[in-house]
């Protein structure tokens, strides 16, 4: 291992990842460096908008932190956008007050489309010094995900230009030009697997692909224009880094249905949205991979033995471990802003308690 970075004193996430023996379940969650937390939400005022918070090493650092240093935590995430990578292919990302991440430049037309080029990596260096200077400062307590957008979920937005309720203009595109959809994914597939590749360089530890859209997908469709291509990235994804094995998530949101398929593209894990029952999903990909979540994020409102009932249940669902299994335990989607910072102690301690009988 790279003497670059402290030894890992932590190691419970990534072994539950690789489906190797641990004590307990292991936990992270979605968001969990984000608006809930009264900390984060000081942090983003000094920084004066979101952007400037993402693409400022010693900011992005500081939020990263925030949550490892509240709560027993067995996984940083970084944090950034999924939006970088088309930023830096130059679509102009800016963010509206109250309306989330738009584009100047969206891509509508033939030439914008076969304009596009994967972005020199030297564009989002902002990105690998955070994950290098979150990973000194860590200082081995707990490992450092890197992620992505699926080439899919990333296309949604570069082609509608904002968040969408139906994804009319890139499902139109899909039906109408499969071969320009396709152009956009493939590019998107180089860019995206270039990307983690110089995150496992900065030094994470493991990497997810957030594929947020691709549940608003036909089947068939799903298979051809998002899985394709989360298979193309795994492909050329870097997964030893000093010799040590690199885990990699997928998640599909809304993507149960394609459990089977999911778990045959080379990932070591699959996320799971809170639709799923994990008893069946174990059932339907047996030990080819790991499964990470799934309580659904909005039981962090109700009371803490609620909660806890909740998180016994999930754990439960998941049932004893045993050799070649493997569970990380997540929220189905990300935390809401609204979140009580208190109920996610609760959340904690609950996994951590109730799942080492789970791995006797």
Not at 37 to 62: I, M, Q, V, W
Not at 157 to 165: H, I, K, L, P, W
Request: some cysteine.
């Amino acid at each position: 291992m790279s003497s670059k970075f402290a030894p890992l004193k932590n190691d419970t996430f990534l072994r539950a990842l690789l489906r190797q023996p641990t004590d307990y379940t292991p936990l992270w969650l979605m968001r969990q460096a984000g608006r809930y937390l009264p900390e984060y939400n000081a942090t983003r005022k000094r920084a004066g908008s979101f952007l400037g918070l993402a693409k400022n090493h010693d900011y992005a650092t500081e939020v990263t932190l925030q949550p490892i240093d509240r709560y027993a935590l067995d996984a940083a995430i970084l944090f950034s956008d999924i939006l970088t990578v088309p930023d830096a292919m130059g679509l102009g990302l800016y963010f509206a007050d109250g309306e989330g991440p738009k584009f100047e430049r969206p891509l509508r037309d033939e030439k914008a489309v076969m304009a596009l080029q994967v972005p020199d990596m030297a564009d989002l260096q902002y990105v690998f010094d955070a994950v290098t200077q979150i990973r000194t400062e860590l200082n081995g307590r707990v490992p450092l995900i890197g992620f992505a957008g699926s080439p899919w979920t990333i296309a949604c937005y570069m082609v509608e230009g904002a968040g969408s309720s139906d994804f009319r203009k890139v499902k139109a595109m899909l039906y109408s030009r499969p071969d320009l959809m396709h152009h956009i994914l493939q590019t998107n597939a180089t860019a995206t697997a270039a990307y983690l590749n110089a995150q496992i360089d900065a030094g994470a530890q493991a990497v997810m692909m957030f594929d947020s859209w691709g549940g608003a997908l036909a089947d068939g469709a799903y298979q051809e224009f998002s899985l394709h291509y989360m298979q193309e990235v795994m492909r050329q994804l870097q997964r030893h880094k000093d010799g040590v094995q690199i885990p990699a998530i997928v998640f599909t949101k809304g993507g149960g249905l394609w459990l089977e398929q999911i778990a045959d593209i080379g990932a070591d894990a699959i996320g799971l949205d809170w639709t799923v029952n994990l008893s069946k999903a174990r059932a339907a990909v047996g030990d080819r991979v790991a499964l990470q979540g799934n309580l659904d994020p909005v039981v962090l409102f109700a009371q803490p033995e609620q909660i806890r009932a909740e998180v016994a249940k999930v754990l439960q669902a998941f049932g004893q471990h045993a050799p070649g299994s493997g569970h990380v335990f997540n929220l189905g989607h990300g935390i809401s802003q609204f979140t009580p910072p208190e109920a996610v102690s609760v959340l904690v301690e609950a996994v951590h308690e109730f799942s080492r009988p789970l791995h006797a």
